[in-house]
């Protein structure tokens, strides 16, 4: 086997010159869809695409594809990742994933010529929501035709735009999305930051994701008596804020009783009213509770609404809990992941089996194609802050997992 040329300098660079569009700060980087410095990543990432040798086009929502155009006719193998940023993220969240497929596909037309299948590199829009709370994942629903007329009326960004007039602002034409939809693409792999710290604990540059995480979010709100602090004694108390506090230590009990890789925070809480000096009369709270496995996750989410109503029951409060957000878990396929597996070993690539515990646009694509993930090592397992850092040599060593696998699959 003839190991494929990664040049560590040109990832580096690649990845320095497009944190420097959106740059905050030394190491941070905003880069919300459709705003201007969207538009020149996605121009520069289309002239690297280019000088690559790759054909390109922007798809009805900006999706920028790169095509390695393959000898024989097939659907395609795509690679890639989400070209947006958290406000501020950075300098790896996505671009990392874009820049892998560039250099991973650069490299084996250059040493090996056109590929037998067509491979394509996407710089997809929007995956993280940071402009437009209910946008999230716009770059891949468009893809899969998932993006319905009624939510181009209640996507609207933080500062009061709809996404539809956004979008026409910088040329492109809302009514067009459903020409976005893609019914021939096989496979998808995506290569990412861990965004945890599981690979850094183990030593392992390289991560090979065998299951994304689902996710729901509960709004658990929960009402009794606002009275005086003071005066009203305390077994005649109805107090949102003594049940919430149990609630809460109670569902994140949960998660650690069922083990790895179960997830529950408690990241949003409102109380009314919010004063000393009063018992509040509600407090509303959001539970994000994740786990891959379809049946365990089940099992969570069980054992969170029992604990919320025994809890609001037994303390003679009202409660409200509803369910805002659901995304399903979602198994790589088995296949893919062996052959991923088998490249990294056979490059004598240091690498472990993992699953995800963040959402991603493969989650998507699996509705879809065959998908699978290549995870490398993320600092502290930090990201979605201007702090997180992999290093070149990790990258690289991902790309080179990449490369070799899309190899296998395209030639
Ligand atoms: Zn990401």
Redesign the pocket.
């Known amino acids: 086997m003839s190991e494929q040329e990664i040049h560590p300098e040109i990832v580096e660079q690649r990845v320095y010159d497009l944190s420097r569009i959106g740059q905050v700060g030394e190491t941070g980087v905003t880069r919300t869809v459709y705003s201007p410095e969207w538009v020149a990543a996605q121009d520069q990432l289309e002239s690297w695409m280019q000088a690559a040798g790759l054909e390109t086009r922007r798809d009805a929502v900006g999706n920028l594809w790169g095509v390695a155009k393959g000898t024989e006719p097939g659907p395609s193998i795509v690679s890639g ?2 070209v947006d940023s958290q406000a501020p993220g950075g300098r790896f ?2 671009a990392l ?1 874009i820049i892998a497929a560039l250099t991973a596909t650069e490299a084996l037309l250059k040493q090996h010529g056109q590929p037998r299948r067509t491979i394509e590199v996407v710089s997809l829009c929007e ?2 929501g940071s402009r437009f709370s209910t946008a999230g994942f716009w770059g891949s629903r468009a893809i899969l035709g998932l993006i319905s007329p009624e939510d181009l009326a209640t996507t609207n960004s933080f500062d009061g735009e709809t996404i539809g007039e956004v979008m026409r602002g910088i040329g492109l034409d809302p009514t067009r999305i459903p020409d976005a939809k893609r019914v021939d693409i096989d496979i998808f792999i995506e290569l ?2 861990e ?1 945890g710290p599981v690979l850094e604990l183990k030593r392992m540059p390289v991560g090979i994701v065998t299951a994304i995480t689902g996710y729901r979010h509960y709004v658990v709100e929960v009402s009794g008596w606002a009275n005086h602090a003071g005066a009203f004694p305390m077994k005649y108390r109805r107090d949102p804020m003594a049940a919430a506090a149990e609630m809460i230590t109670g569902v994140i009990q949960n998660a650690i009783d069922m083990g790895e890789p179960a997830v529950t925070t408690v990241g949003r809480l409102a109380i009314e009213p919010n004063y000393p000096a009063i018992i509040p009369e509600r407090v509303t709270f959001m539970i994000d509770a994740r786990h891959p496995d379809p049946a365990l996750r089940e099992q969570l989410y069980e054992q969170h609404e029992k604990l919320v109503y025994e809890i609001a029951d037994r303390r003679r409060l009202n409660v409200d809990l509803h369910i805002n957000r659901d995304l399903a878990p979602r198994p790589c396929d088995p296949g893919i992941v062996d052959l991923l597996d088998q490249a990294a070993t056979d490059l004598d690539i240091p690498h472990m089996r993992l699953t995800s515990g ?1 959402v ?2 493969t989650q998507r694509f699996a509705q879809i194609a065959q998908t699978a993930m290549i995870f490398v090592q993320s600092k502290a397992g930090r ?1 979605h802050t201007p702090e997180e850092f992999t290093s070149t040599e990790h990258a690289t060593l991902g790309i080179k997992v990449l490369t070799e696998s899309l190899r296998r699959l395209a030639y």
Do not use: R
Request: glycine residues 14%; hydrophobic residues 15%.
């Open positions: 990742s989400h969240d996505g994933g995956e993280e990412h930051i965004q963040a991603h646009d990201s």
